[in-house]
Every structure is written in C-alpha cells, then in structure tokens.
C-alpha cells in the first residue's frame, strides 16, 4: 500500500476557524458585495505614526536589510524586558526573551520547547482556535476544560483538580480571553498560580491582550502575583494588539533562560529571526507610551457597550458582558432549532453561514473554540457597522 501522502501529524490539524469565516468574508467583499464582518482578530485603526516611521527610517538603512541574531535585536530584548516591567511589574533580563513572528509563533514555540508525546495539557474551553491545534502538533494531549457564563467563563480551582493527572505538564491560561473576554480577578490569578506551583506543572500564560481590561476590571500578571511559578511559566505577548500591528508580525516569549535557549534553536532551524524592520517598528512602539493604546481601548470600550446592549435586545440571544479584549461572545442556543426562510439552524455553524448567505453578516461560530451554541463578534469595527450588523443579525431573526 502506497504511504499516505500527507503526515499524519499535519492531517490531524483543523483549518482556523477565525481565518476561514474572514477569508469568506473578504472574497465576498471583493466581489462586491455589503458585507459587514465581525469576524477579524485585529484592531481596526492603522498602527501609530511614529512607528510606521521607525519602519520607514530602518528601511532605507543597510544595517535593517540583514539578518538579526536568530532571539532578536539586542536592543529590542532590552526594550521588551522593558517594557514588561513598566507594564506588569514582572522583572526580566533580556536573555529570558525571544522574539518570534508574532504571538502565534511565539505560542507554537512555547508549547514545543516544553511538551512531550502523551503530556496532558490543560485547556480552559471556550479557547482560541489555535491552543488545541499546537498542543496537538507537540504531540501532547489536550484536556479541556469547559467554562460557562456561570463563572465568568473563567476556570475554577475546584475543576482544575479534578483534571490534574501524572501527566499533567502544562496550563494554558490567557485573561483577558479570546474568544470570551473574560477577565481573572487577581486574587483568582494568584490562587491558580499558587495552585500550579504546588502542583509543579507549568504554566503558559497568554498576555496579549494585557492592555484592553475595561471598567473596574484589571490585569494581573502570573508570575507576578504568584512569583513560586516563574521557574515553570513562559509569558507571551507582541505588539498586534495593544498597538495595532498584527500585519508587522511581531511577538515573544519569556521565560526561564534553558526554555529560551531550546526555543531558540528551534525557531533558529525554523524561520531565523523576525523581519529585521518590523523588529524595528517593534522596537519604536515599546519603548513609547501607552497614549495611542488608550485612545483605541475607549473606542473598544464604548463599541463594548453598545454591542453588548444590541445583542441582548434580540429575542434568543445572551450575551455575557465581556471585560477585556475585543469580543462579544454571545449564545444564540435558544435560536437553534428555529427554521428561517425554509432553513433549518441547527447548529452555530449553520447560523454562521445562513447569517453570511442571508443578511451578509460574518460571525464566527463557536464550534472553533470549542464551544458549540455560541459565537464570537470582534466589536474592532467601526461604530455605524457595528449598529447595522447587530441589527441585521436582529432583522434576520426575528
Ligand atoms: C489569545 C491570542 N493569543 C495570541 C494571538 C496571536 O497574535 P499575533 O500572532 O497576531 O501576535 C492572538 C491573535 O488573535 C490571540 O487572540
């Protein structure tokens, strides 16, 4: 029998959910057609001036146009370290930072530089699409851990107990969430990393969105408030979207220095450095301040409101108030079932496609992020469509 022509690694990986619902939604834009997407993962404002310059200026010098060490420039790393301590108080020497092709890569090397085959991995559900997918590619386990609106989707210690095992390596945690946007209080930070300390399992921790907390709500850094896990925790970040650069490419890890040297070869066979001028525009927006960040959280944080209250207002949906990213995560479980125009929606997937043929509205349905019955709406869109799309989606109901 002729082998199988694809890995079967490589065979086992799901297309991102996220991308796809975007990509049906761009073509059908290209074409022509009104379509309102709340699908993007990305801020909707273009990056700050002063950075696209830094970029302008390091294009037009030959030192930019080479390869950088494979970790970074040096002078970002310090900038990064920087920066972290500004921001969340956690104290790190430069050699603890690599910096990847943003957060993703970031995240891809993390999970492999630490997880083996058969090595469980705890995954708090609803999760972003990708955690699963790079747990998989490490060979190890995913063991999901599924949340509700009960507890803020955030996971209880109580839970985590019963999910540790022997072979439990890793938590994945990531606050404020995609695709929930819930927030973890920081005495419940604490509690989890003390928990995972005296458990002795490590700890990823997603701060990407460390910025965008709303209201009273605040961020609160792990291996701050929990300093027992800094030996076992690797933080990641980038620039994508505190400072609306997800298109630069730029993102890191931090870690303990033997995690950081493994991923650095491994990143060193597999891409090199990150482009040399987007570490530069990298390098201009962390060593700035925080002013064009603010200006977009209040548009978020107002776009936040107001989507929230719409959702609400249509009969079958509930929509959680979200505390922190850009994401409205709604549960249209009591619109399931419901025939539209002789089309019957059993499930998320089949609103998600009704509400882009019907109403050419694009919402990513839950079932990506592992939770079927509800769906994720960026608000990072500007306010006049988020009005009409809401109210697309509320016509399309009704
Ligand atoms: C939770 C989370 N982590 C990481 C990333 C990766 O960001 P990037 O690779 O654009 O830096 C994203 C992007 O959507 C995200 O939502």
Redesign the pocket.
Known sequence: MPSPRLSARISGIAESA?LAIDAQAKALKASGEDVIGFGA??PDFPTPGYVVEAAEKACALPLYHHYTPAAGLPELKSAIARKTERDSGLEVEPGQVLVS???????FNAFSAVIDPGDEVLVPAPY?V?YPEMVKLSGGTVVELATTEETGFRVTIDQLERAVTAKTKMLLF?SP??PTGAVYPPEEVRTIGEWAAAKGIWVLT?E??EHLVYGDNRFSSMPVSSPGIRDRCIV?N????SYAM?GW???WMIGPPDVIKAATSLQSHATSNASNVAQAAALAAVSGDLAATHEMREAFDRRRTAMHKLLNEIDGVVCYEPQG?FYCFPSFREVLGRTIGGRTLHTTLDLASALLDHARVAIVPGEGFGAPGYARLSYALGDDDLTEGVSRIADYLS
């Open positions: 996220t993962g990305e092709n943003g957060g993703k890569h970031a995240l972003w990708s990531v969430s995609n997603d990407i969105y990641v980038g620039v994508a979207k997800t490419r730029i993102g990213a």
